[in-house]
């Protein structure tokens, strides 16, 4: 692993060699992502501050790899490391083919509008952290427990009154009869949702000019594009396989259906 503040086109000489790009941001977060594919194809960039030292266990992870830089800022602020990321990642993405993916590793919320610059012209990118959001998960809200007369006072006071309405509900009345209510609109069914989340990233597909080449990558943008349509991106893979005409080979490379 290199280490020194060298310029970003080092090891991307030949792009033809390198399938994803990996940039972390060493004093904040300097973890790999569980789910990124460490290889010796990858470029990645490791910023830190001057004098700072990463956690062993990356070091150990990212050693034998070839394409490895750890960018060491100059002398500034605490932001110094930001900075100089901010740059090599446009740096990167100038000289780099279109189709390779971008995997930023960061907690500073700041360095988020990178990669949505860059999802933006048209540049597969996903932004990772290992930090919890800040205030960590709600807890669920304890079940209610009935009242017991053997209960302590502050348990009692502690159980939610009954409703007064309740207690003066007189015997023998009658309920007062529902009020018929209009039907619910059906809810679409699975299969035409899939439809339209198949048919909206099909869309985008003929719209970008460099679309994923590899399944892994494409995969990973259907997570990242879709993720709100309620279906894995396997089960979006294969409505465009069925209705679209995209075509995975069997070592894994991607091709997509023109329009003639």
């Known amino acids: ?21 990996l940039l972390i941001d060493g004093d904040n977060d300097p973890h790999l992502p569980p789910n990124f594919e460490v290889s010796d ?29 750890t960018v060491v800022s100059p002398r500034g602020g605490g932001n110094a ?44 990118a996903v932004l990772w952290t290992s930090h919890e959001p800040r205030g960590g998960r709600r807890r669920a809200a304890p079940a209610a427990r009935r009242p017991s007369s053997s209960g302590t006072p502050e348990d009692r006071d502690a159980q939610p009154a009954q409703a007064p309405a309740t207690r ?8 007062a009869a529902a009020v018929p209510t209009a039907p619910a609109s059906p809810a679409p069914q699975p299969d035409r949702r899939l439809a339209e989340a198949g048919a909206a990233y099909a869309a985008r597909l003929a719209r970008i000019k460099d679309p994923p080449s590899r399944l ?25 396989k069925r209705s679209h005409g995209l075509l995975v080979d069997g070592e894994g490379h991607v091709r997509v259906k023109r329009a003639s």
């Open 1 to 21: 692993m290199t280490t020194g503040n060298s310029e970003p086109l080092a090891a991307a000489a030949e792009p033809g060699t390198i399938d994803s790009v």
């Open 41 to 69: 194809r990858a470029l990645v960039r490791v910023f830190v501050r001057m004098g700072a030292k990463l956690p062993r266990t990356l070091e150990r992870r990212l050693a034998a790899l070839p394409r490895v830089v």
């Open 81 to 124: 490391a930001d900075f100089v990321m901010s740059l090599h990642a446009g740096i990167l993405h100038a000289t780099l083919p279109m189709h390779l993916p971008f995997t930023l590793v960061t907690a500073d919320r700041s360095l988020g509008v990178m990669a949505d610059e860059l999802q933006r012209v048209g540049r597969q």
């Open 168 to 175: 003066r509900r007189r015997r023998g009345r009658r309920p």
């Open 216 to 240: 892994k990558t494409l995969l990973n943008d259907i997570r990242h594009r879709s993720a709100s349509a309620g279906f894995s991106p396997e089960e979006i893979l294969e409505e465009l």
